[in-house]
């Protein structure tokens, strides 16, 4: 699968391929960002710095998601 069409030239379903791999990309963050804000709240007792960055990783995540 080519990455780049001359204007024009691309298969007939690129858009509906390329929507398709965009949800599921968000999909995919989404849980991700679950995955790790439930990390992140469960290392809180146990190491702050590894809580910090579980919690901001899953924002980020979440961000990519929802943006």
């Known amino acids: ?6 204007i024009g030239a691309s298969e007939p ?3 509906y391929k390329s929507t398709v791999v965009l949800v ?4 995919i963050a989404l849980y ?3 995955a790790l804000l439930a990390s992140g709240v ?4 146990v190491n702050r ?5 579980l919690m901001v ?3 980020l995540a979440f ?5």
């Not at 710095?49 to 960055?53: A, K, N, R, S």
């Open 1 to 6: 699968m080519r990455l780049w069409y001359v």
């Open 13 to 15: 379903h690129a858009f």
């Open 24 to 27: 599921k990309s968000t999909q």
């Open 32 to 34: 991700l960002s679950v």
């Open 42 to 45: 469960a290392a809180a007792a």
């Open 49 to 53: 710095h590894l809580h910090e960055f």
């Open 57 to 59: 990783a899953g924002l």
């Open 63 to 67: 961000y990519h998601a929802v943006m």
